[in-house]
């Protein structure tokens, strides 16, 4: 506490000062000690301290004083503008300097524009503006995209002959550069009689900002001395534009010209290292950072989190983060968007709980990171709560991508219904929005909602794009629809002039193969214009799985080993072809090339989420707190299960066990351990919803079916590639999947 009398109650009433005279002389005020706290006021009830002494000792009289606690409040962080505003009230004849103070202030405010309804009211008051008043009336022009009235301001400027003064020269070219109106910043730079760096870079920024990057360029060649603002300007214009290289090559440069970088450079260096990988160069600079003393610097050091989290190295990362003593919204935000970034989703999760617990405000940026990972998991319960967070905290923010994350999510975690419900109510929607539901409409294997809503897109406008139809040729995939899907892949090329990628084909060629056209799904392979990935190669060697087609079988194996000699997937499909057809010497020899190579299968995983808390599941796992529990509901499973006559398919596990052993392995697959501790954990009648990494197999589908019957429970599962809906003994799939 600065002070300890209390705090008064500031009203423009209170405060109606009589009008100033003559202010005692200048030194006795700049050294009066009530003014001298100001230099070490922190936050808003200091500064009301401060204003009171000021008043008892009558210095609330002198315009000095007043235009101090009003600069104190407009411009620094630990201010307030609302009461630089009541200070103002009532200020009879505010002289120019307050009048420039109040402009500043809300040129760095979240409503720029109102600077100019203050300029025009201090027109009105019959005081001239100075060359003082236009760079910050300017910038809110620029800040606010309000052209006209910059136009209007320049008018002023050139009746009041100061278009020769260089600041108010440099801020014409960028307010009219930031907008847009590159001639008009040009022309100004023309005309102007000093041409410094400071025009230059503000002329280089715009162009840049635009994505007119060989005029930026022209522009830096021509100036006749660079400082770290052109460097700076130039690096971040190639960085932005996604020209990672070229922007770390003028990294390089700067330092060659014996220009020392400073904390912008850096953060557009670190920027472009993320963006490109460049992890080396990136840790070079951390140790300049380090070497020059800018170690604590805590906007440098989130821009070093979010570099090698984006790098890959994640451990670095946590270790900087964990090294931050004050840390900001900025330095959780980027931590956990770095797990999710690289898949790390159940850390994402807990670091996000422990953002909660820290009392830190999270906000939209943190929700796009967050949303993702609770899509992939599951989470359901903290996708409910962090949309309820939303609508209760940002009402007012109008966030195309955030509702088409909470989309996403609602979809991803089973809850169809809510995603519709988020779908309906966005106005107005985007082409990510549209493209978000028909993708969640498929995956839930609802076809003709999917397409009807695809056509409805069309109607309102939208014209759909390369996402869109990988929506939708993926549920004419899930739903076995082969000349509807035929009729739109056609139409995407002809219509739509989209060319086909591979994920375009991937989807075609599993529609044709999973309905048994291998000549269909042969000739559009061929047809490609580039060569099929190992997912166009998978997706046909399961169909040929699904078919039994052997002889295709080892042809589609062959093309798969040599693009991915590694991945274990390939090998564990042909051998479960070969071992549908009973040839067990060459389910042998598979199975001994995967284990001379050392790879093992993908164990299955399945996750539940229970009281907001991700349960996770391994094929025969025994780890969980509550094991002895779930195995007891697994025996009591498989007991009702027998009793419903159901057979397990032990056809494609290994040949080498018995089959009383075949069927123990089957029923701990990991999916059947998260429906048993769902059932154990949750009320009856409640939904069970889980998520596997793998496709579900045969036997598991035909016992979830009866088990939903069984218990009279809705289970939804999603798998590698679709949701099945398990009710009443039917799965949503209808046994095509």
């Not at 100004?188 to 870079?201: C, I, Q, Y």
């Not at 939708?472 to 082969?482: D, Y």
Request: glycine letters at 8%; a negative charge.
């Amino acid at each position: 506490m600065l002070l300890s009398s209390p705090s008064p109650v500031i009203s423009p009433s209170s405060l109606h000062f009589p009008p100033t005279t003559s202010d005692p002389p200048y030194k006795l005020l700049k050294t009066h000690p009530s003014l001298s706290l100001l230099s070490k006021c922190r936050d808003i009830e200091n500064l009301k301290q401060i204003h009171s002494q000021i008043i008892k000792t009558g210095l609330h009289n002198t315009q000095f004083a007043l235009s101090k606690l009003i600069e104190f409040c407009a411009i620094s962080p630990f201010g307030d503008l609302s009461y630089a505003l009541l200070i103002f009230a009532c200020i009879e004849e505010p002289n120019v300097f307050i009048w420039n103070t109040i402009i500043r202030g809300h040129s760095l405010s979240s409503s720029p524009i109102l600077a100019v309804a203050f300029y025009v009211r201090m027109l009105l008051a019959g005081v001239e503006p100075n060359s003082y008043t236009f760079p910050f009336l300017l910038k809110s022009c620029a800040q606010a995209t309000a052209t006209q009235q910059g136009r209007q301001v320049h008018a002023h400027i050139l009746k009041l002959g100061l278009e020769t003064d260089a600041f108010v020269h440099t801020s014409l070219i960028s307010m009219y550069a930031r907008n847009g109106e590159l001639e008009d910043a040009h022309l100004v730079f023309d005309k102007g009689s000093l041409r410094n760096a400071v025009s230059f870079t503000a002329l280089i920024t715009g162009y840049a900002s635009a994505g007119y990057l060989e005029d930026a360029r022209k522009l830096f060649d021509d100036i006749p001395v660079r400082d770290v603002i052109s460097w700076n300007a130039i690096i971040a214009g190639y960085a932005q534009s996604g020209r990672y290289k070229e922007a770390l090559d003028f990294f390089h440069d700067m330092l060659n010209s014996n220009v020392q970088p400073n904390e912008s450079t850096l953060v557009s260096v670190l920027s472009a290292c993320a963006q490109s990988g460049s992890l080396e160069l990136g840790h070079w600079a951390r140790i300049w950072i380090e070497d020059h003393g800018l170690g604590s610097n805590l906007h440098l050091v989130n821009s070093l989190i979010d570099m090698y989290a984006k790098c890959g190295d994640l451990e670095t990362a946590r270790g900087l983060f964990d090294g931050i003593h004050q840390r900001d919204r900025v330095s959780w935000n980027v931590m956990i968007g770095g797990y999710t970034h690289k898949g790390h989703y159940k850390e994402a999760l807990t670091l996000f709980r422990q953002m909660q617990q820290s009392n830190e405000e999270p906000n939209d940026v943190t929700f796009l990171s967050i949303l993702p990972a609770c899509a992939h998991l599951g989470a359901l319960d903290l996708g409910k709560w962090i949309h309820a967070y939303i609508d209760r905290n940002f009402s007012n923010l109008s966030n195309d991508a955030l509702s088409t994350s909470l989309i996403d999510m609602y979809a991803k975690c089973g809850n169809i219904d809510a995603a519709k419900q988020v779908f309906d109510a966005m106005r107005p929607k985007t082409l990510a929005s549209w493209n978000a539901m028909i993708s969640g409409l498929a995956i839930h294997g609802h076809a003709d909602m999917s397409l009807g809503l695809f056509l409805k897109m069309a109607d309102e406008g939208f014209k759909p794009d390369d996402i869109t139809f990988v929506s939708v040729l993926s549920a004419c995939s899930h739903a076995g629809l082969v000349e509807v899907g035929c009729q739109l892949f056609e139409s995407m090329t002809r219509d739509y002039k989209i060319s086909p990628k591979l994920q375009h084909y991937g989807c075609m060629i599993d529609l044709l193969g999973r309905a048994g056209l291998f000549e269909e799904a042969e000739a559009l392979i061929k047809s490609m214009e580039m060569k099929p990935d190992g997912a166009i190669w998978g997706s046909l060697l399961g169909a040929c799985r699904v078919h039994g087609n052997v002889e295709l079988g080892e042809f589609v194996a062959d093309h798969l080993f040599q693009l991915e000699p590694e991945n274990p997937g390939g090998y564990v499909l042909l051998s479960n072809i070969y071992a549908g057809a009973g040839r067990w010497e060459d389910v042998a020899r598979i199975r001994t090339r995967l284990n001379d190579k050392g790879m093992k299968k993908v164990p299955g995983c399945s996750s539940i989420e229970v009281d907001s808390v991700v349960h996770e599941f391994l094929v025969g796992d025994k780890a969980h707190p509550q094991s002895k529990e779930i195995y007891e509901m697994l025996d009591e499973m498989d007991e009702l299960l027998e009793l419903a006559g159901h057979v397990p398919d032990t056809s494609e596990v290994l040949y080498d066990i018995d089959e009383e052993w075949k069927e123990g392995a089957l029923s701990q697959h990991s999916e059947k351990l998260a429906i048993a501790f769902g059932l154990i954990s949750t009320n009856p009648g409640t939904t069970i919803r889980i998520v596997k990494n793998l496709r579900v197999c045969g036997n598991c589908h035909s016992a979830t079916k009866l088990i939903s019957k069984i218990f009279n429970r809705e289970i939804i599962a999603r798998d590698r590639n679709r949701f099945h809906h398990f009710k009443d003994g039917f799965c949503s799939c209808k046994d095509y999947w």
